[in-house]
């Protein structure tokens, strides 16, 4: 069991410090690749080093999580917090554990949250291999990175969630795709806490419910940078198809190997946005 953070600001506070004496420059956006979804954004400005430096609690890793940091500069004068693998719930980790990255970010300057996951597929159109932006989720965690008493200069206490995924960024990111002749899609995510992956009674329901991925990341993550105004951008690969929906059972090492092959076209698309100045709310 991990140890919570009975209250995320202290922890949070003495980060901020630790990285201003780094003397490490304040980033735009934070970066985070999924299961399998690292790609090399070009040469780190600083690192990689291991996520644990920033982190004030233990981190056990998950195979395809490298659980690593860089600064890369993908503008001139443009630094992004680029993070490989992430902390999830079913790890035993609590909402702020989760998000603890995306809350540093923003305390250090970021206003821009861009992820990547590995999802499954509960639309019977969609194919493994399949890219989709995110237009909306499903919280199904049970968890919720607000819970208790926060600082109310991070955020409003019942933050809207309405347009949680930016339509802008969400346009952005299709136009760069139809550039590069990137087959995207748009779908709702459903989030759930794991390990084990869904029935098919879930998958079912799931789909009823409006739902054409799963997962087991990246909610509690946008509802901490709403809460705290950041912009988000998240884009799934559909790693394999759910039960129900595919006729062979699910196997991690799947999802892995989905994100290699689709590792290019993701690697085009983050390296696109990244380097056009309104993904930043700059022109």
Same mark, same amino acid.
């Given at each position: 069991?991990?140890?919570?953070?009975?209250?995320?600001?202290?922890?949070?506070?003495?980060?901020?410090?630790?990285?201003?004496?780094?003397?490490?420059?304040?980033?735009?956006?934070?970066?985070? =690749? &999924?299961?399998?979804? $690292?790609?090399?954004?070009?040469?780190?400005?600083? %690192?990689?080093? @291991? #996520?644990?430096?920033? /982190? *004030?609690?233990?981190?056990?890793?998950?195979?395809?999580?490298?659980?690593?940091?860089?600064?890369?500069?993908?503008?001139?004068?443009?630094?992004?917090?680029?993070?490989?693998?992430?902390?999830?719930?079913?790890?035993?980790?609590?909402?702020?554990?989760?998000?603890?990255?995306?809350?540093?970010?923003?305390?250090?300057?970021?206003?821009?949250?861009?992820?990547?996951?590995?999802?499954?597929?509960?639309?019977?159109?969609?194919? =493994? &291999?399949?890219?989709? $932006?995110?237009?909306?989720?499903?919280?199904?965690? %049970?968890?919720? @990175? #607000?819970?208790?008493? /926060? *600082?109310?200069?991070?955020?409003?206490?019942?933050?809207?969630?309405?347009?949680?995924?930016?339509?802008?960024?969400?346009?952005?990111?299709?136009?760069?795709?139809?550039?590069?002749?990137?087959?995207?899609?748009?779908?709702?995510?459903?989030?759930?806490?794991?390990?084990?992956?869904?029935?098919?009674?879930?998958?079912?329901?799931?789909?009823?419910?409006?739902?054409?991925?799963?997962?087991?990341?990246?909610?509690?993550?946008?509802?901490?940078?709403?809460?705290?105004?950041?912009?988000?951008?998240?884009?799934?690969?559909?790693?394999? #198809?759910?039960?129900?929906?595919?006729?062979?059972?699910?196997?991690?090492?799947?999802?892995?190997?989905?994100?290699?092959?689709?590792?290019?076209?993701?690697?085009?698309?983050?390296?696109?946005?990244?380097?056009?100045?309104?993904?930043?709310?700059?022109?």
């Amino acid at each position: 069991m991990n140890a919570r953070l009975d209250s995320p600001a202290p922890p949070l506070e003495a980060a901020v410090a630790a990285w201003k004496r780094k003397g490490w420059p304040a980033p735009k956006a934070l970066v985070v =690749a &999924g299961s399998g979804l $690292a790609v090399d954004l070009g040469a780190p400005r600083i %690192g990689p080093l @291991p #996520l644990q430096e920033l /982190l *004030p609690f233990p981190v056990h890793g998950v195979i395809g999580h490298a659980h690593a940091f860089e600064i890369v500069e993908p503008l001139p004068g443009v630094p992004v917090i680029y993070q490989r693998g992430r902390i999830h719930g079913y790890q035993g980790y609590d909402g702020h554990q989760v998000v603890f990255m995306v809350r540093l970010a923003r305390l250090l300057g970021a206003s821009l949250l861009l992820m990547t996951n590995a999802a499954g597929g509960l639309d019977p159109e969609y194919q =493994a &291999g399949d890219l989709v $932006a995110i237009k909306d989720h499903i919280n199904l965690t %049970g968890s919720n @990175p #607000l819970l208790g008493a /926060l *600082p109310p200069d991070w955020g409003p206490q019942f933050p809207p969630m309405d347009d949680a995924y930016d339509p802008e960024l969400r346009q952005l990111l299709a136009k760069k795709a139809e550039q590069l002749s990137v087959r995207l899609q748009e779908g709702v995510y459903i989030s759930v806490l794991g390990p084990s992956y869904e029935t098919p009674a879930e998958v079912r329901a799931f789909h009823r419910w409006g739902a054409q991925l799963v997962g087991m990341s990246t909610v509690q993550e946008v509802i901490a940078a709403r809460h705290m105004g950041m912009r988000c951008l998240c884009m799934s690969l559909v790693s394999n #198809l759910a039960a129900g929906v595919s006729p062979v059972p699910l196997h991690h090492e799947e999802v892995l190997e989905a994100g290699r092959q689709a590792a290019n076209d993701i690697r085009r698309l983050l390296e696109a946005v990244l380097r056009d100045p309104r993904a930043y709310g700059t022109s």
